[in-house]
């Protein structure tokens, strides 16, 4: 960020969103930045970067954008059909609207919080899978044989009860307001390389 303005200081085009692909490009930048060492990295839930980015940098803690959990909440209501009734229900969205709140509480009281605004929730298969997609990609789950089934992501990857009173950053959306806004200098989806490098340069 300089002058209010967020400057990209690295560019990758790859091939694919593969976890191989990831860790090639973390391992090149390594190789670039022999010296870096990050304290924090902002990411969107992918899990082959996360998994790759954790193999080069170890010892960097990893978070998830906040925005994007927003969004992944939002897109399984519209999936489960629970669109209409969200827009129209305000005592359900707001109650919906605590799952993605959890964020910011304790981690270690998150799963107990889980429980509390499930119960909250009305009983209807459309709020069952809801429930069921949170509990399954961000809370993780206890089978009845006794046995933790860990979840995708797990709560230390999206909580930021910690980081929040230091004013670290939640969200990706600067980066992903940049894009939008090369894309449009762009003008396709699918340019030349020399396209791409004569927008870069007009950038």
């Known amino acids: 960020m300089k002058t209010g303005h967020l400057l990209p200081s690295l560019f990758v085009l790859l091939p694919n969103k593969t976890e191989a692909a990831y860790l090639r490009m973390w391992e090149q930048i390594r190789l670039l930045c022999p010296l870096a060492q990050p304290q924090q990295m902002l990411l969107n839930f992918e899990k082959g970067a996360i998994t790759s980015f954790e193999h080069v940098w170890p010892n960097t803690v990893v978070k998830c954008c906040f925005f994007h959990l927003t969004q992944n909440i939002w897109r399984h209501v519209q999936s489960v059909g629970l669109q209409s009734a969200h827009t129209h229900d305000e005592e359900l969205a707001m109650r919906i609207q605590r799952i993605p709140a959890l964020a910011f509480a304790r981690p270690a009281d998150v799963p107990d919080l889980f429980d509390q605004v499930a119960m909250d929730l009305p009983l209807t298969p459309e709020i069952d ?38 004013g670290l950053p939640r969200t990706t959306n600067a980066v992903e307001a940049w894009h939008r806004s090369f894309n449009a200098t762009v003008g396709c989806h699918h340019p030349t390389i020399w396209k791409f490098f004569l927008s870069l340069k007009r950038e």
């Open 129 to 166: 899978e809801l429930v069921d997609y949170f509990e399954r990609m961000y809370i993780g789950r206890m089978l009845a044989s006794g046995y933790h089934v860990a979840a995708t992501f797990p709560i230390d990857l999206w909580h930021y009860h910690f980081s929040t009173p230091f």
